[in-house]
């Protein structure tokens, strides 16, 4: 497995140095947020897209320190009532940006819709009672969801682009039975993103999630997240405390290796579960932890990683026994 990025991690270093930055650490793999839910600080895909110059430069820079694009990331909702069209158009400019750089995966998000043709807000759907809930997530799937990702699948395809969709709170696609019911509806060209803080702070166990994923992970995310158990006991997982109050919160993204229990334990685990189901790839860094230095922190998430993870093919075969 080799080590990436998500270029956001450090988004107050202007491009040329978080490239360096990058060499520095050893991190070989880039993936560049272009717009929705991030300021996409380091690529301008409109820009790129217009001018053969400003991609060359872009690749060039790239190229020059040896590094490689593991994937662009666009994590809008493309299914909003109102802002949809906006986030859609992100997502089709990372797929233009993907297939014009010879870049196999986009990561984004399955997006979430109103509850009714009158919405103009998301609404998601945690419960099946009262009984309405389940006429909402009928209209959210079969109207709006499943026909938008038939068109999003078709169009990624004629351009040889996946897309890895991230199971995130507060999307229609938040669990691996939901991944896997968009992708047995649409098709291959539909994979998970697993970023293990999601299901983590969700109680799921993201061991047991990439099993059921076998096959179908376009693409992984080395993030962790801590559990608060003095919020937890009382009010549970679901949270609406601001991230600027950490010490409030449920649960907190925090620096790989200071979440889950078990540690290096756990995370050689999920690497080796990883490899099990079929994901041999990138292992993009999300650095998202409000206590600490992004630089230090991903110096120290890169050391504990190399500790863990795989990188040399397995060498054991049946005849060894």
Not at 298 to 320: E, K, N
């Given at each position: 497995?080799?080590?990436?990025?998500?270029?956001?991690?450090?988004?107050?270093?202007?491009?040329?140095?978080?490239?360096?930055?990058?060499?520095?650490?050893?991190?070989?793999?880039?993936?560049?947020?272009?717009?929705?839910?991030?300021?996409?600080?380091?690529?301008?895909?409109?820009?790129?897209?217009?001018?053969?110059?400003?991609?060359?430069?872009?690749?060039?820079?790239?190229?020059?320190?040896?590094?490689?694009?593991?994937?662009?990331?666009?994590?809008?909702?493309?299914?909003h009532p109102v802002t949809g069209p906006a986030d859609d158009a992100v997502l089709r400019r990372a797929v233009e940006l993907a297939?014009?750089?010879?870049?196999?995966?986009?990561?984004?998000?399955?997006?979430?819709?109103?509850?009714?043709?009158?919405?103009?807000?998301?609404?998601?759907?945690?419960?099946?009672?009262?009984?309405?809930?389940?006429?909402?997530?009928?209209?959210?799937?079969?109207?709006?969801?499943?026909?938008?990702?038939?068109?999003?699948?078709?169009?990624?395809?004629?351009?040889?682009?996946?897309?890895?969709?991230?199971?995130?709170?507060?999307?229609?696609?938040?669990?691996?039975?939901?991944?896997?019911?968009?992708?047995?509806?649409?098709?291959e060209q539909i994979g998970a993103n697993v970023d293990p803080s999601h299901p983590m702070w969700q109680g799921a166990d993201p061991?047991?999630?990439?099993?059921?994923?076998?096959?179908?992970?376009?693409?992984?995310?080395?993030?962790?997240?801590?559990?608060?158990?003095?919020?937890?006991?009382?009010?549970?997982?679901?949270?609406?405390?601001?991230?600027?109050?950490?010490?409030?919160?449920?649960?907190?993204?925090?620096?790989?290796g200071l979440g889950a229990p078990g540690g290096a334990t756990f995370w050689g685990q999920l690497f080796s579960d990883l490899r099990?189901?079929?994901?041999?790839?990138?292992?993009?860094?999300?650095?998202?932890?409000?206590?600490?230095?992004?630089?230090?922190?991903?110096?120290?998430?890169?050391?504990?990683?190399?500790?863990?993870?795989?990188?040399?093919?397995?060498?054991?075969?049946?005849?060894?026994?």
């Open positions: 497995m080799r080590l990436g990025i998500v270029t956001d991690s450090l988004s107050a270093l202007p491009f040329e140095e978080m490239l360096d930055v990058c060499v520095e650490l050893g991190i070989t793999d880039l993936e560049f947020p272009v717009g929705g839910w991030s300021t996409a600080p380091h690529c301008d895909a409109e820009a790129l897209l217009a001018s053969d110059a400003a991609l060359d430069g872009f690749l060039r820079e790239i190229d020059e320190r040896g590094l490689r694009i593991s994937a662009f990331n666009a994590n809008g909702n493309p299914l297939a014009r750089t010879g870049v196999e995966t986009v990561v984004c998000m399955s997006g979430l819709p109103g509850g009714s043709p009158q919405d103009r807000t998301p609404n998601w759907i945690t419960t099946s009672w009262p009984p309405e809930t389940t006429r909402i997530l009928a209209y959210q799937w079969d109207e709006v969801a499943l026909p938008y990702w038939e068109r999003m699948a078709a169009y990624g395809q004629e351009r040889g682009v996946r897309f890895a969709i991230e199971m995130h709170g507060s999307q229609l696609v938040h669990s691996a039975s939901t991944l896997l019911r968009l992708r047995e509806r649409i098709g061991r047991a999630v990439v099993a059921a994923l076998d096959g179908a992970i376009h693409h992984v995310h080395a993030k962790d997240v801590r559990m608060n158990s003095r919020v937890v006991d009382v009010d549970g997982v679901l949270d609406t405390t601001p991230l600027e109050k950490p010490s409030q919160r449920a649960w907190n993204f925090v620096t790989l099990a189901a079929g994901y041999d790839g990138v292992l993009s860094i999300e650095h998202e932890d409000v206590h600490r230095d992004a630089r230090e922190a991903l110096a120290q998430t890169v050391s504990f990683l190399r500790g863990v993870t795989p990188d040399a093919p397995a060498s054991w075969r049946p005849a060894d026994i």
